[in-house]
């Protein structure tokens, strides 16, 4: 282990003034810079050093600042940057809205970062034909807006629903709180036009609701986290949009209680979009900074329902609430209007911003425990365990879960100043990493590896990593892409700089 090498606040606060005062300048980066201008445009380069910090953070409280950051807005422009990237070597970092929680939308040193946010355009709707054609940075909530006006909806649901693109959770394949029930976002993906890093541009798919014509690239691309191609147009399958909504929300006086009532509820025919748990510590500090009135319990589930029913739709509420009471939930509270479904849904989504009122300083990390699936029949034990662990190294944290599909969120609050935080945090990760794949578990449900699971990737993987990684290097043989991430390119991550620090030392794992 090396030294840990710590500056105060002020000398950090310090080097951030000195950095904002230097300007970048195209000579800066060298003349191999200006095929971007001619692609591009000047305008749609960012070269400022105080720009570019904006561009150096994700989720995880990790730190790398690229070169530049350019904003394409053809496929065209997309292929003519990474055939200069290709030739001159440059390592390119696709980008969405940055919401990662693994690193890896993060770029390397002297990366050159392509913000998608510019390609977000709709480009059809076919009602008829229930797909939808997009460019990869528009937002679910934009694309929602517009399929409502045609009665339609894609289902996929995540947190970060207002700023997350389509493009970022198709190269994460991410999972989102329906899952349950309409599955990850790899269900919903029917074809792709994705720039490989030589330039060529493919398409992989179709434009039809079933095809398995030759192999399913589309699904090699999916979930990929930009190491193999940049995805420029999304064909999405789309659905009626349900006529009626309710959440059933109950609360339990143990975690076994609530963890039973969740899996019967996933089982019993319902159908439910999503089965949801939360900690004593995510509904007390919630309820009590937010004023809900919410009962004490030591755990609550959330359970929402969809349809085309009323009456079918009151029957499975009446299940579901009947569940609960039969497993020891002590009240239950049913919304069926937006405004009610999303006060039971506080308790779940608002606890970022309740532990930053409660606890100035501190914020949430995004670790390699962020997101474990388990089996469903050991989620209690392993949520308990987790608690322990927690408790033993003093780690301020809370847990939720998906716990309709297993997987469970362990949310750790720190203050990233404290170096004895995060060394005991680190500590803890291991342990919980060790206890998940012990009851055959994935170290990642929906999040991806990126860089903070790329150490622990190989223990789950095996020998299917190197099977990854020579599928990288065809498709890449330079390795441009998004170098770094899903231990591809390297078993053991670099060591980060940390945000709080211009320079910080951790254990190697």
């Given at each position: 282990?090396?030294?840990?090498?710590?500056?105060?606040?002020?000398?950090?606060?310090?080097?951030?003034?000195k950095?904002?005062?230097?300007?970048?300048?195209?000579?800066?980066?060298?003349?191999?810079?200006?095929?971007?201008?001619?692609?591009?445009?000047?305008?749609?380069?960012?070269?400022d050093?105080?720009?570019?910090?904006?561009?150096?953070?994700?989720?995880?409280?990790?730190?790398?600042?690229?070169?530049?950051?350019?904003?394409?807005?053809?496929?065209?422009?997309?292929?003519?940057?990474?055939?200069?990237?290709?030739?001159?070597k440059?390592?390119?970092?696709?980008?969405?809205?940055?919401?990662?929680?693994?690193?890896?939308?993060?770029?390397?040193?002297?990366?050159?970062?392509?913000?998608?946010?510019?390609?977000?355009?709709i480009?059809?709707?076919?009602?008829?034909?229930?797909?939808?054609?997009?460019?990869?940075g528009?937002?679910?909530?934009?694309?929602?807006?517009?399929?409502?006006?045609?009665?339609?909806t894609?289902?996929?649901?995540?947190?970060?629903?207002?700023?997350?693109?389509?493009?970022?959770?198709?190269?994460s394949?991410?999972?989102?709180?329906?899952?349950?029930?309409?599955?990850?976002?790899?269900?919903?993906?029917?074809?792709?036009?994705?720039?490989?890093?030589?330039?060529?541009?493919?398409?992989?798919?179709?434009?039809?609701?079933?095809?398995?014509?030759?192999y399913?690239?589309?699904?090699?691309?999916?979930?990929?986290?930009?190491?193999?191609?940049?995805?420029?147009?999304?064909?999405?399958?789309?659905?009626?949009?349900?006529?009626?909504?309710?959440?059933?929300?109950?609360?339990?006086?143990?975690?076994?209680?609530a963890?039973?009532?969740?899996?019967?509820?996933?089982?019993?025919?319902v159908?439910?979009?999503?089965?949801?748990?939360?900690?004593?510590?995510?509904?007390?500090?919630?309820?009590?900074?937010?004023?809900?009135?919410?009962?004490?319990?030591?755990?609550?589930?959330?359970?929402?329902?969809?349809?085309?029913?009323?009456?079918?739709?009151?029957?499975?509420?009446?299940?579901?609430?009947?569940?609960?009471?039969?497993?020891?939930?002590k009240?239950?509270?049913?919304?069926?209007?937006?405004?009610?479904?999303?006060?039971?849904?506080?308790?779940?989504?608002?606890?970022?911003?309740?532990?930053?009122?409660?606890?100035?300083?501190?914020?949430?990390?995004?670790?390699?425990?962020a997101?474990?699936?388990?089996?469903?029949?050991?989620?209690?034990?392993?949520?308990?365990?987790?608690?322990?662990?927690?408790?033993?190294?003093?780690?301020?944290?809370?847990?939720?879960?998906?716990?309709?599909v297993?997987?469970?969120?362990?949310?750790?609050?720190?203050?990233?100043?404290?170096?004895?935080?995060?060394?005991?945090?680190?500590?803890?990760?291991?342990?919980?990493?060790?206890?998940?794949?012990?009851?055959?578990?994935?170290?990642?449900?929906?999040?991806?590896?990126g860089?903070?699971?790329?150490?622990?990737?190989?223990?789950?993987?095996g020998?299917?990593?190197?099977?990854?990684?020579?599928?990288?290097?065809?498709?890449?043989?330079?390795?441009?892409?998004?170098?770094?991430?899903?231990?591809?390119?390297?078993?053991?991550?670099?060591?980060?700089?940390?945000?709080?620090?211009?320079?910080?030392?951790?254990?190697?794992?």
């Open positions: 282990m090396q030294h840990l090498e710590l500056l105060s606040r002020s000398a950090v606060e310090e080097e951030i003034l950095s904002s005062r230097r300007r970048s300048r195209i000579g800066d980066l060298g003349t191999n810079i200006q095929p971007l201008i001619e692609i591009v445009g000047r305008e749609n380069i960012l070269l050093d105080v720009d570019l910090l904006c561009y150096s953070r994700d989720l995880t409280p990790y730190s790398f600042k690229p070169r530049a950051v350019v904003f394409p807005q053809t496929t065209e422009q997309v292929s003519k940057i990474l055939i200069w990237a290709n030739r001159e440059v390592p390119v970092t696709p980008r969405g809205s940055g919401a990662s929680f693994t690193g890896s939308s993060l770029p390397r040193e002297n990366s050159v970062v392509l913000d998608m946010s510019k390609m977000d355009k480009k059809d709707i076919q009602p008829e034909n229930l797909i939808a054609i997009v460019e990869p528009i937002t679910v909530d934009k694309l929602n807006r517009e399929l409502k006006k045609f009665s339609l894609f289902p996929h649901d995540v947190g970060s629903h207002d700023v997350s693109t389509i493009g970022g959770m198709v190269a394949n991410s999972h989102g709180h329906h899952g349950l029930k309409y599955g990850p976002i790899k269900n919903w993906i029917l074809g792709l036009e994705v720039v490989l890093p030589t330039g060529k541009v493919v398409r992989v798919g179709s434009r039809v609701l079933r095809s398995n014509c030759g399913n690239l589309t699904q090699l691309f999916i979930g990929s986290e930009g190491t193999l191609g940049i995805i420029t147009e999304v064909t999405l399958n789309v659905i009626p949009l349900p006529s009626y909504k309710a959440s059933v929300a109950s609360f339990f006086n143990s975690v076994r209680e963890l039973r009532a969740s899996m019967e509820t996933a089982r019993c025919g159908n439910p979009s999503a089965v949801e748990f939360v900690d004593r510590t995510a509904l007390e500090t919630v309820n009590r900074v937010e004023n809900l009135g919410f009962p004490e319990a030591e755990a609550m589930v959330i359970v929402d329902l969809d349809g085309h029913s009323k009456g079918v739709l009151d029957e499975q509420v009446k299940t579901v609430a009947d569940i609960c009471l039969k497993n020891g939930g009240e239950v509270q049913v919304a069926y209007d937006e405004e009610g479904i999303r006060r039971l849904w506080k308790p779940r989504l608002d606890i970022d911003i309740a532990m930053t009122r409660e606890r100035p300083g501190y914020r949430e990390v995004g670790m390699a425990i997101d474990p699936c388990v089996p469903l029949s050991r989620m209690a034990e392993v949520i308990e365990e987790m608690q322990r662990i927690f408790k033993r190294h003093k780690i301020t944290s809370i847990i939720l879960a998906h716990a309709g297993g997987i469970i969120h362990p949310a750790i609050f720190i203050d990233v100043n404290d170096e004895h935080q995060w060394r005991a945090l680190k500590k803890a990760e291991r342990e919980i990493v060790n206890l998940v794949l012990g009851v055959g578990g994935s170290i990642t449900g929906e999040h991806g590896v860089i903070v699971k790329a150490p622990f990737a190989e223990l789950e993987l020998e299917s990593l190197e099977i990854m990684r020579r599928i990288k290097r065809l498709l890449d043989p330079n390795g441009i892409l998004n170098p770094g991430k899903m231990a591809l390119d390297t078993a053991i991550r670099d060591v980060p700089g940390h945000i709080a620090f211009p320079k910080y030392q951790m254990d190697v794992v």
